[in-house]
C-alpha cells in the first residue's frame, strides 16, 4: 500500500479507527445498560465490566455519565430523520410517519430506552431534560411545517392550527409506541393507521 493510499482524507486507520469503535462499544453498552435499570440505575462501572474494559478506558472516552448519555440519546435518536423529510414532502406527513414507525419496530431497545429516559427526564435536575425539551420542540416544530404544507396541498382536511396538529401526533405516536412495547403483539403499524385518518382527514395517506 503506498503512502498516497494511506493518507487519503476520508480513510480511518490505526487509533483514530479503534478509537471510533470504542467509543461505539461503550455506547451500544449503555444503552443496553440504561435501558435496563434507566439512568440513575445504571453505572458507568457497570459498563465498563460489561465491555470487560477498566472504568478508566470509559472515563477516557466519556468523562461524565451525563455525557455518555447524550451520546447514547443521540444515537438512538439520529436514524431516519432524512427519511422522514423526504417522505412527508412527497407523499404527505401521515404516508412519512408510518414509515417512520415501520423502521422503528425493527429497534425496540431504542425506542425503549427513549420512552424510558423521556420519564425520568421529566424531573428537571435530570441530565437528560432539557436535551428531550428541545428535542420535542424541533420535532413539534418541523411536523407543523409538514401539516401545514399538507393543508395547503388537500390533502389534510384537518383545519386545526398545524401546531395544535403536530402536538397532538407527537402526543399519540409516544402513546401507542408505549403501548407496543409493553405488549409487542399489538398491531402499531394498523392501529396509527387508523389514528391518523382520524386526526387528519380520510385523505391523508396516499392509498386512502
Not at 59 to 66: A, Q
Not at 69 to 84: M, P, Q
Not at 127 to 144: K, N, S, V
Not at 192 to 206: N, Y
Amino acid at each position: 500500500m503506498s503512502d498516497e493510499t494511506a493518507s487519503r482524507p476520508g480513510t480511518r486507520r490505526g487509533p483514530y479507527a479503534k478509537s471510533a469503535h470504542r467509543r461505539a462499544e461503550i455506547v451500544a453498552s449503555a444503552t443496553s445498560v440504561f435501558s435496563t435499570r434507566g439512568y440513575r440505575g445504571g453505572s458507568l462501572r457497570e459498563i465498563a465490566k460489561q465491555l470487560d474494559l477498566s472504568l478508566t478506558t470509559v472515563v477516557h472516552h466519556f468523562p461524565s455519565k451525563s455525557a455518555l448519555l447524550v451520546a447514547v440519546l443521540e444515537s438512538a435518536d439520529s436514524a431516519h430523520t432524512d427519511s422522514f423529510q423526504v417522505d412527508s414532502q412527497k407523499e404527505g406527513v401521515a404516508y412519512a410517519v408510518l414509515q417512520y414507525v415501520r423502521r422503528n419496530v425493527d429497534r425496540p431497545e431504542m425506542l425503549r430506552l427513549l420512552a424510558l429516559m423521556a420519564a425520568e427526564s421529566s424531573a428537571s435536575d435530570h441530565p437528560a431534560h432539557e436535551w428531550f425539551r428541545h428535542r420535542y420542540e424541533l420535532t413539534i416544530g418541523m411536523l407543523a411545517i409538514a401539516v401545514r404544507r399538507d393543508q395547503e396541498e388537500g390533502r389534510i382536511s384537518n383545519a386545526r392550527d398545524s401546531r395544535g396538529i403536530a402536538e397532538s401526533l407527537v402526543a399519540l405516536w409516544d402513546g401507542l409506541q408505549l403501548q407496543w412495547l409493553i405488549d409487542p403483539h399489538r398491531d402499531i403499524v394498523a392501529t396509527m393507521t387508523a389514528a391518523l385518518k382520524d386526526l387528519l382527514g380520510p385523505h391523508a395517506l396516499p392509498d386512502a
